[in-house]
């Protein structure tokens, strides 16, 4: 699938937008003509939101150039501008298909979270309670189970994804299922009294080592 649309960052308060770069590749216009148009139309487009930009440089080179972010809305307007060719129209389904998928996830993601959160208290009310519980117990879980459900460190999630005041709010939804679900392993185990290691092998599927 072409990337047409893009999130302003990677939290649960992102953004998606599309730019003049990808209307005009893929609608046949010059960027130069879409970059016009969409100066020539600012007023328009500002009705529905404040038209935002970036200034980045063309393939790392050059001088930095602006790049403007469009919403669905200033998207949507500024194509009835353009020439109603089969091209056009095509990329105008194509963009508000994936406009709406990037809206469904940010909603999947924005309920899960929130969904979440009642868990997370159980699993902190456990923590506190646990034979094995110690100072850093919680946020070393915390760490086991985000690597669980991305594979990655919380570092190397917000370096690869952005920062934020939560390492949850960057997961995607189906990263945010598979956490629920291990956290609710986790859970059971520590009501179990399971220690951190051998929660750690269950988890992760690594081999337990006994000392005799």
Known sequence: MLDLVFYSDSTLK??????????????????????QLVRYKKK????????TFEMAKLNGRGRPRKIYHLNEQQATLLITFLDNTPQVELF????VKQFYEMRDELTKRNINRAI???????????IKKWKYAS???????NRLLIKGATGLSIKALKKER????AALDLLTSQEQEKYKQLEQKVIAYIEANFDY????ALLTGTEIKFIY
């Open 197 to 200: 290691q051998l929660i750690k």
């Open 44 to 51: 328009h487009l500002e009705r529905f939101g404040i038209l």
């Open 116 to 126: 979440e959160k009642p868990v997370k208290k159980t699993l902190m009310d456990c």
């Open 135 to 141: 100072k850093y117990a919680y946020s070393n879980i």
């Open 14 to 35: 992102a953004q998606p937008y599309t730019t003049p770069e990808v209307i005009a590749a893929n609608t046949g216009n010059s960027l130069k003509s879409v970059n």
């Open 162 to 165: 952005g920062d934020a005041k």
């Open 92 to 95: 105008k389904v194509a963009l």
